[in-house]
Each structure stands twice: as C-alpha cells, then as structure tokens.
C-alpha cells in the first residue's frame, strides 16, 4: 500500500500538520467561483530574464487544468467545483501568511490561486513560444496587477523545470495531458534527487488521482520503482461537505514541507529557464 493521507475519520492526518491552522479567510461558494473575471490575452512575453528574486523555501507551485470555471459544463461544474474551492482558499490563506504561489497564469485552476493570493505573493512564469500559446496565458493579469510576471520560457516542459527550481512544494489539482507533464517531470526529478528539485507533491484530490496511486505501487510491487517514491507524494481528499478539512490538509503538508529547518539559510531559485 502507499502511503495514502485522508483528512477523513479513521485515517491519520497528513505527516506536515501538527495542528490546526488559522481560519482567516472563508471558502468561497461554488457561485462566487463563477465570478471570478478571466483576464485572458495569450500574448507572448517579452523577456527570458526574471524580473523578480523567489524565496524558494516559502515558495509553492499550483498546477492543474487550464478550463476556466465558468467554462465547464453545470455536470462539470458539480464535480470539479470543490477542488477550485480548496485551492482559492489554500492560496489566499496561505498569501495571508506570507507564502508565495507561483503559477503558469493558465485561467484554470492555477488562475484561482493566482488570483486569491495578495500580488506580491503571486508569480507567473509564461510560455512565449507562439507554439506553446494553448497554454493560455493570462496576460493581462500583469496590467491589472493580479500577479508578478516572472520570467518567460519557450516550452511548457521548460516552464515544469523553472518550476522544480523556484519552489519547493507542487500542488496538483485536476488537469489534462499538460498537468500530466508536470507531475511526471516533478516526480522524476525529485524521486533522482536532481538539484533543486521539490521536496513533496500534493495531489488534489484522490478521486480524481486515485489511478495514479495505483500505478504507483505496481511500479513498486513490480520493481520498476523502489519504495522511496512513496515517501514524495501524498493524496488528499475533497468532499463537497468537508473543504475545510481538505483546506487544512493541504495547508498542512505546504506549510510542513516549507518549515526552515534548524541553522537553515533562505534560499532562492536557481532559474536556468532555457532548457
């Protein structure tokens, strides 16, 4: 079995969360997502040079679908509505606590937690290559001041890189081929212990993943991966009647996995963009 974290009751709690956190912000109503304005103008970005210094052990990274909210089918809607939840409100939470996200600026989920997070605490690093555009970047988020635009890349397999190097935690909510992209370059580089790798990834949530731990261990039970890969990963749960649980979770393993550790120095992300 892998090590599989539930917030529900009967399962232990998440490693990371040792009590409970502050509740500063509530979680917003399936209607308030749909208000939420989508700033999208996938142009390309001008630079390849960062403009801004990352804090990469305060730093967390958001990926997952790029659909907008209001996008997705009433079906849709019902289904994928508390993972937009959870992670709008892990974000701003988390920015109350001087936590910064780093996104792709996608109008999807990672849109939610750009937006929820206070502009200092939110960055984006864009796809320029005009092949790349489906990626959707949300451009004029810069202009309005929803986040800081970080620094530019060619490809979407660069921007996963830049992200191992700047942050020190992955947040995946559910996403499509992209997404898959993320997580198998994440898992890979942590999982070698390649410099500057994440130390965790947090899969949002185990309905939606659920397949992917199975996968897991029979790469394990296989011999195609030895057991310390169990120790880089963990699912959370998202039920429609327990967000604040799932919340708490999340924020649990974030905040745990970027705790300074004793005599340790601040350090800042390795940004090598070009591949």
């Known amino acids: 079995m892998s090590r599989l974290h539930s917030v529900f009751p009967g399962l232990p709690l998440p490693r990371f969360a040792s009590q409970p956190l502050p509740l500063p912000s509530p979680i917003p109503t399936?209607?308030?997502?749909?208000?939420?304005?989508?700033?999208?103008?996938?142009?390309?970005?001008?630079?390849?040079?960062?403009?801004?210094?990352?804090?990469?052990?305060?730093?967390?990274?958001?990926?997952?679908?790029?659909?907008?909210?209001?996008?997705?089918?009433?079906?849709?809607?019902?289904?994928?509505?508390?993972?937009?939840?959870?992670?709008?409100?892990?974000?701003?939470?988390?920015?109350?606590?001087?936590?910064?996200?780093?996104?792709?600026?996608?109008?999807?989920?990672?849109?939610?937690?750009?937006?929820?997070?206070?502009?200092?605490?939110?960055?984006?690093?864009?796809?320029?290559?005009?092949?790349?555009?489906?990626?959707?970047?949300?451009?004029?988020?810069?202009?309005?001041?929803?986040?800081?635009?970080?620094?530019?890349?060619?490809?979407?397999?660069?921007?996963?890189?830049?992200?191992?190097?700047?942050?020190?935690?992955?947040?995946?909510?559910?996403?499509?081929?992209?997404?898959?992209?993320?997580?198998?370059?994440?898992?890979?580089?942590?999982?070698?212990?390649l410099p500057d790798a994440p130390d965790f990834v947090v899969f949002l949530d185990r309905q939606y993943y659920g397949a992917l731990d199975r996968l897991f261990n029979q790469m394990i039970q296989s011999g195609m991966a030895k057991d310390r890969l169990k120790d880089k990963y963990a699912f959370v749960d998202v039920a429609p009647d327990r967000l604040e649980e799932s919340v708490q979770a999340v924020m649990g393993y974030v905040t745990g996995a970027l705790r300074p550790q004793q005599n340790q120095q601040p350090t800042y992300g390795n940004l090598l963009l070009r591949a």
């Open 30 to 193: 399936p209607e308030q997502l749909r208000s939420i304005p989508i700033l999208l103008e996938p142009s390309p970005a001008d630079t390849f040079e960062p403009r801004f210094v990352i804090n990469r052990a305060r730093t967390y990274t958001v990926v997952g679908g790029s659909k907008p909210f209001v996008e997705l089918t009433p079906e849709q809607q019902t289904f994928l509505a508390p993972s937009y939840q959870v992670i709008q409100t892990v974000a701003k939470r988390l920015s109350d606590q001087g936590y910064a996200v780093l996104t792709g600026g996608c109008p999807g989920i990672p849109h939610h937690a750009a937006w929820a997070a206070a502009p200092e605490n939110s960055y984006v690093i864009h796809v320029s290559n005009p092949d790349w555009l489906h990626l959707k970047n949300d451009r004029e988020g810069q202009a309005g001041g929803l986040y800081r635009p970080f620094a530019s890349v060619d490809t979407g397999v660069a921007r996963t890189q830049a992200f191992n190097r700047n942050s020190r935690v992955m947040i995946v909510a559910p996403g499509g081929i992209g997404t898959l992209e993320e997580i198998a370059v994440t898992l890979n580089n942590m999982y070698y212990g």
